[in-house]
């Protein structure tokens, strides 16, 4: 994964269509990253957007401009010590202001926990999901009529996808839907972690109006999947390719309620770009002028899109650009260098900047919770200030 990434990174790091924005006007640096947080002084040397820093103890960190601005936490969760954070993939928040957390995890661990919840605090709850090391990808939290519930997918050899109460009791897990037709033989079964177009990998769910679901095989065949509210299989659009309505990796998508006709929207992350459906799969439109897109959220009319290249975007209900998060070319160049090694390491970090947002999500009060994919992991807290 990682000498695919920085090859479609470098491919459209000369990208202009939304650079203006970022770079202008933005109070201070971001970009995506793990784990802890680097010295302050050489955020203070560089040169770039102004840092504000509050006069209260240890001095604060403010990303973002006018009224989309945001005190940068990194770190924010309090991690037990008995667990390690192993490569942060995906983040979620419940109807409480619990954070959920959901990493990659080691495979050789077997016994480690895969999901942890936090309280609106960030003091730690509870943790399960032993089941995901090593494959743990995507999370969120859906209203049902009987509960809030987990939905959880695995990749690499997991290759399943599950529904789970908030304190990690299994209603449901599942394979690949080989009723579609687009799967290899006996793929429901495989375990070996094998990657192709014609495999299951999935990656992220949007939850639809009538109580189904979407699910994103991103890694995969490059299709969405849609399934009604039993989790039983009903359609599959998309397809590997560059024209609209197809994908080059399909990672995040979200249900975009922000005008009358609610639509699914994709994060097709190689192909740089969101796209938007209608709920039976029909290409709607097509936005342009991303790098790496991974996942979306929505609050009230702003639409939160994490971008693995180092920055986090927000859109107004037009889809205009409002802000971008953390854009510096000079820091991205940083976080590409020598094959991202920078990723491994976390004393080399800044404070404000990221390095691979690989997902965000909103809280019910505005504020953004980052998930970095990066070894040691890392997860930022973004206070709505204004």
């Not at 840092?51 to 973002?64: D, E, F, L, S």
């Not at 109460?165 to 290899?184: C, H, K, N």
């Not at 799969?281 to 009230?300: Q, R, S, Y």
């Not at 009319?301 to 107004?316: H, K």
């Amino acid at each position: 994964m990682t000498d695919h990434l920085h090859r479609a990174v470098s491919s459209r790091a000369n990208r202009r269509e939304f650079l203006s924005i970022g770079t202008v006007g933005l109070l201070s640096v971001s970009f995506s990253g793990s784990a802890d947080a680097m010295t302050r002084k050489r955020l203070f040397r560089r040169r770039g957007p102004a840092v504000h820093t509050a006069k209260r103890g240890k001095p604060a960190v403010i990303v973002g401009e006018k009224e989309h601005r945001y005190e940068v936490q990194h770190d924010w969760p309090q991690l037990p010590d008995k667990f390690s954070w192993q490569t942060t993939h995906n983040v979620a928040v419940d109807e409480s202001g619990n954070l959920y957390v959901i990493h990659e995890g080691d495979r050789k661990l077997a016994d480690h926990p895969s999901i942890f919840v936090f309280d609106p605090e960030g003091r730690f709850i509870r943790s399960f999901g032993s089941e995901f090391q090593g494959g743990g990808h995507g999370l969120e939290i859906r209203r049902e009529p009987d509960g809030e519930f987990l939905y959880v997918t695995g990749y690499q050899h997991l290759k399943n996808f599950a529904k789970y109460d908030l304190q990690g009791e299994r209603v449901w897990m599942q394979r690949a839907p080989m009723e579609s037709g687009i799967y290899a033989e006996g793929e429901h079964q495989a375990t070996t972690g094998r990657w192709g177009r014609d495999r299951f990998m999935p990656t992220n769910f949007a939850f639809l109006p009538d109580g189904g679901f979407m699910l994103a095989d991103g890694y995969g065949t490059f299709t969405i999947h849609r399934y009604d509210a039993d989790g039983k299989w009903m359609a599959t659009f998309g397809a590997p390719g560059k024209a609209d309505g197809q994908f080059n990796l399909p990672h995040g998508l979200w249900l975009d309620d922000r005008q009358q006709e609610p639509l699914v929207v994709v994060a097709d992350r190689v192909n740089g770009r969101l796209q938007w459906f209608d709920l039976e799969g029909v290409h709607k439109k097509t936005l342009d002028g991303f790098i790496l897109p991974a996942n979306c959220d929505v609050h009230e009319d702003v639409l939160l899109v994490p971008d693995l290249s180092a920055r986090i975007t927000l859109l107004d209900k037009e889809n205009r650009p409002l802000v971008h998060l953390g854009e510096d070319p000079e820091w991205r160049e940083a976080v590409l260098k020598d094959g991202m090694a920078l990723r491994t390491r976390p004393d080399d970090w800044q404070d404000g900047r990221f390095l691979h947002p690989h997902d965000a999500c909103f809280d019910r009060d505005g504020n953004i919770f980052v998930a970095e994919w990066v070894a040691p992991g890392r997860v930022t807290r973004l206070v709505k200030q204004s």
